[in-house]
């Protein structure tokens, strides 16, 4: 069982170290691990202080793409690389890296497919009150937007099967945190999450800039990632709003029609069957984004299959090339 722990990392260079001293070398239920970092476009010396201290893996981009593609593209480096479990956390040690076995234990024990650190936000110091209430507030707007129990879909702190990994897609450019609960949630993949501690702060989130800004960017994520995994539910609801006004100002209509001869209340005819017909057209919206959602799923499953075999071919390659040199080594021994 090998485990590879990453960390997207984007000018990470004095906290880095502090972070990567923390990792375990041994946990129960492991045979290998391997530590990897998602070098974002740092302009510091992240990569040095990487490589002087021993990560076994590194992920270069050339410029900042975001939390989003840095955390994809992590996981891709760990299935590349044959991890079978994959856990998240980051690079400015704010996760205490001695719940990296509580966090993967679930996995062990077959219980789950990924599993969130849910951390103490009430009792984290530098959290503000704001901070606070606003996560507890997005976490219960994923858990609805999910249909999971996780208290703290936020945290970055998850682990993850190999299997999972292969399955996850995340098409905001923000952060993966919410999109992938909601993906998890709405798939059937057995998500849970375990109490993990924090540790004190080593410098200010650079994710939470400013309150209303992370609040936009959230609603947005988290509604986005409900329509795209539940559009005809999402749509139905939307088009209820214009359509039972309508209906009920076409009620009134009727009323007056009935018993005042209608003289008068055209314009509430007119503005019931507008409503009405943007009810109509919101609902079919949903029924075609339903159709769409479908061939998601199938395009999801085939890209599941696709990367499932290349992973496995390049793990075939590299035992080949492995056998191939020991090969050449004891024959040049025995020579």
Request: with cysteine.
């Amino acid at each position: 069982m090998k485990l590879i722990i990453q960390m997207p990392c984007y000018n990470e260079a004095d906290t880095l170290e502090a972070a990567l001293n923390d990792l375990p070398e041994y946990l129960e239920g492991i045979d290998e691990i391997e530590y990897l970092i998602i070098n974002d476009g740092s302009c510091d010396a992240t990569v040095e202080v990487a490589r002087k201290w021993g990560v076994h893996h590194i992920v270069n981009f050339s410029q900042n793409k975001g939390l989003a593609r840095g955390f994809m593209a992590g996981l891709d480096g760990c299935l590349r690389n044959g991890a079978d479990i994959i856990v998240n956390t980051d690079a400015d040690n704010q996760y205490c890296a001695e719940d990296i076995q509580q966090l993967i234990q679930p996995i062990l024990d077959g219980q789950a497919d990924m599993v969130v650190g849910a951390r103490p936000i009430d009792d984290t110091e530098h959290f503000s009150y704001m901070k606070k209430k606003l996560q507890h507030l997005g976490s219960w707007a994923v858990r609805l937007a999910s249909n999971t129990d996780i208290p703290d879909a936020p945290s970055g702190f998850r682990a993850m099967t190999r299997d999972t990994a292969m399955r996850i897609n995340v098409v905001n450019d923000y952060t993966y945190t919410l999109e992938t609960i909601v993906q998890a949630g709405r798939e059937k993949i057995a998500v849970t999450s375990v109490p993990v501690h924090t540790n004190p702060q080593l410098r200010p989130s650079r994710l939470f800039n400013g309150v209303w800004a992370y609040v936009k960017k959230s609603i947005v994520i988290i509604l986005r990632a409900y329509i795209m995994y539940q559009p005809l539910k999402a749509f139905t609801y939307i088009s209820l709003l214009p359509t039972v006004i309508g209906v009920g100002i076409g009620v009134r209509f009727l009323y007056f029609l009935f018993s005042q001869g209608g003289t008068g209340h055209i314009q509430s005819l007119i503005l019931a069957c507008t409503l009405i017909i943007i009810g109509f057209l919101t609902f079919m919206i949903g029924l075609v984004s339903d159709l769409m959602a479908s061939n998601r799923r199938i395009l999801a499953d085939t890209q599941y299959h696709v990367r499932r075999m290349e992973y496995e071919l390049e793990e075939k390659i590299g035992k080949n090339d492995g056998q191939a040199v020991q090969s050449g080594e004891k024959s040049g021994r025995c020579q």
